[in-house]
T-cell receptor, first 112, second 116 residues
Framework: EDKVVQSPLSLVVHEGDTVTLNCSYE??????LLWYKQEKKAPTFLFML????IEKKSGRLSSILDKKELFSILNITATQTGDSAVYLC????????????FGAGTTVTVRA | EPEVTQTPSHQVTQMGQEVILRCVPI?????FYWYRQILGQKVEFLVS????????KSEIFDDQFSVERPDGSNFTLKIRSTKLEDSAMYFC??????????????FGPGTRLTVL
């Protein structure tokens, strides 16, 4: 069975802090790892990582994948209150199987 | 920007009743999915649908569940006889073909199902 484990489960920071979220996985036929941000309802896509060691950046967010050690990190720098959300990690495996297997998420609360 | 839409946003039903949750995927997408999220728990895969048939389903997706793409635009999830434990947020997602590479899934806003 696929395993996707996120840590920490939750954290509280102040505006301007940097946060690092972790996602480790054990899946057969790993294909890609995705990060989503879930505020009130639907998860919204942040990053997709397929190759090891290549950092993806979008503004203050960045993410990298380590396929040897089977984990990914998501960094948020200069956090703002609008970054408060649940951050979900999900993996895709296989060639014809595109279902997402999600971790439990990390709840980030950014205080002003 | 194209988006996945879902109706209704909230459905309340009595145990044992049938419900149909509706989704309109992004128009040129070919892969469709249903996920659910019980309050406080992680998002769980239910079923994937491609080329007018189910491509994979999870253990949760038992005989009480069915999916259909009746008219080329809607994608529905039917629960025949709802149970209390079916109460959850149900998300529809869709994905383009990608030409061999994986593209991200886009999620709809969800339908909150409450079974009384």
């Amino acid at each position: 069975e696929d395993k996707v484990v996120q840590s920490p489960l939750s954290l509280v920071v102040h505006e301007g802090d940097t946060v690092t979220l972790n996602c480790s996985y054990e899946v057969t036929n790993f294909r890609s790892l995705l990060w989503y941000k879930q505020e009130k309802k639907a998860p919204t896509f942040l990053f997709m990582l397929t190759s090891s060691g290549i950092e993806k950046k979008s503004g203050r967010l960045s993410s990298i994948l380590d396929k040897k050690e089977l984990f990914s990190i998501l960094n948020i720098t200069a956090t703002q209150t609008g970054d408060s959300a649940v951050y979900l990690c999900a993996v895709v495996r296989g060639i014809n199987d595109y279902k997402l297997s999600f971790g439990a998420g990390t709840t980030v609360t950014v205080r002003a | 920007e194209p988006e996945v839409t879902q109706t209704p946003s909230h459905q309340v039903t009595q145990m044992g009743q049938e419900v149909i949750l509706r989704c309109v995927p992004i128009s040129n997408h070919l892969y469709f999915y249903w996920y659910r999220q019980i309050l406080g728990q992680k998002v769980e895969f239910l079923v994937s649908f491609y080329n007018n048939e189910i491509s994979e389903k999870s253990e949760i997706f038992d005989d009480q569940f069915s999916v259909e793409r009746p008219d080329g635009s809607n994608f529905t999830l039917k629960i025949r006889s709802t149970k209390l434990e079916d109460s959850a947020m149900y998300f529809c997602a869709s994905k383009g073909s990608g030409g061999g590479s994986y593209n991200e899934q886009f999620f709809g806003p969800g339908t909150r199902l409450t079974v009384l």
